[in-house]
């Protein structure tokens, strides 16, 4: 069983900037694919960012392109995701996932608040 704890959140002015962690135990992350989604209040869950296994590949949710980004360090048993240029939208509940074939875990959330 893997466990996932998220971290980093918090409340930020608009433009600034905050870097979440996903910490990872019970299972070693370097052969699952890791993504964070997000969930604002009323709305669904929504994916932001995705990284492959090793790394070599990630994708992003169009709403933050050029603002965010998703990185891994497998000796560490962590992921991140660097967020920059913020703005009141991504207000939200922010969880980070794990996942591999017959394998699909979720973290607890850290919540990130945006005021303008």
């Known amino acids: 069983q893997m466990r996932l704890v998220e971290s980093g959140g918090g409340l930020v002015l608009a433009g600034g900037s905050l870097r979440l962690s996903c910490a990872a135990s019970g299972r070693n992350l370097r052969n699952y694919a890791m993504g964070w989604f997000r969930q604002a209040p009323g709305k669904e869950r929504e994916f932001v960012a995705g990284i492959s296994v090793n790394g070599g590949n990630t994708d992003y949710a169009d709403s933050v392109k050029g603002r965010f980004t998703i990185s891994r360090d497998d000796a560490k048993n962590t992921v991140y995701l660097q967020m920059n240029s913020l703005k009141p939208e991504d207000t939200a509940v922010y969880y980070c996932?794990?996942?591999?074939?017959?394998?699909?875990?979720w973290g607890q959330g850290t919540q990130v608040t945006v005021s303008s």
């Open positions: 996932n794990a996942e591999t074939v017959g394998n699909d875990y």
